[in-house]
């Protein structure tokens, strides 16, 4: 059984920096590629940032690129999120997915990813 826990979450002015957490545990976590997405109120859920499973490659949304860092520590099986220069347009809930598949492409989708946390709120205000 997967289950991926995220923390860091909260209010932070804009400018400000954050970083989320996502400790992993139920697979071997190294196997796999991990996400970042995020859905705001009455808005879809959208890809915001993704890393593969050996921490050799990342990819991110065009709206988070050279402000957000993805990174993984496969020995402790935690996956961040580094958030600077935040903006108001960031706020959503935050969610932590890992892929289906053992050593997968890294992938956009949200469909590609079989397991979520529940998501931690960040909060930016103006």
């Known amino acids: 059984q997967v289950h991926l826990v995220e923390s860091g979450g909260g209010l932070v002015q804009a400018g400000g920096s954050l970083r989320l957490s996502c400790a992993a545990s139920?697979?071997?976590?190294?196997?796999?590629?991990m996400g970042w997405f995020r859905q705001a109120p009455g808005k879809e859920r959208e890809f915001v940032a993704v890393i593969n499973w050996s921490g050799g490659n990342t990819n991110y949304a065009d709206s988070v690129k050279g402000r957000f860092t993805i990174s993984r520590d496969n020995a402790k099986n935690t996956v961040y999120l580094q958030m600077n220069s935040l903006k108001p347009e960031d706020t959503a809930v935050y969610y932590c997915a890992q892929d289906r598949l053992r050593r997968a492409t890294m992938m956009t989708a949200s469909k590609e990813y079989g397991y979520w946390g529940q998501g931690t709120q960040v909060t930016v205000s103006s």
């Open positions: 139920g697979r071997t976590f190294s196997d796999y590629t």
